[in-house]
C-alpha cells in the first residue's frame, strides 16, 4: 500500500458524524498502518441495519471461500 495507495473504496454509511463500513476493517487498518490518511468509502443512505449486516456477512463468507493463491505445480492437472 505505501507504494501504490489504496487502490478501490470501501462501502458504508454515514452514523451520525462516522462512517460505519460494512466491511474493510482489514483494508483500513492496513491503510492506516502505512501512513494513508484518506480512503474513499461509497456512503449508501439507503442501507438500513438489515442491509448492512447482509452485506457484511456475504463478504465475510466471500473470504472465508477464498485461498492464498498458490503457482501450479507440474504435478497438479
Not at 489504496?6 to 476493517?25: C, E, K, P, T
Not at 501512513?35 to 443512505?45: D, K, S, W
Request: net charge positive.
Amino acid at each position: 500500500m505505501r507504494e501504490h495507495g489504496f487502490i478501490g473504496a470501501l462501502d458504508g454509511r454515514l452514523q451520525g458524524r462516522r462512517v460505519q463500513l460494512a466491511y474493510g476493517a482489514r483494508r483500513l487498518a492496513a491503510a492506516q498502518a502505512a501512513g494513508i490518511e484518506q480512503i474513499p468509502v461509497y456512503l449508501h443512505a439507503d442501507w438500513d441495519d438489515n442491509a448492512l449486516l447482509t452485506i457484511s456477512r456475504r463478504k465475510r463468507a466471500a473470504r472465508k471461500t477464498c485461498r492464498p493463491w498458490r503457482p501450479r505445480s507440474p504435478s497438479c492437472r
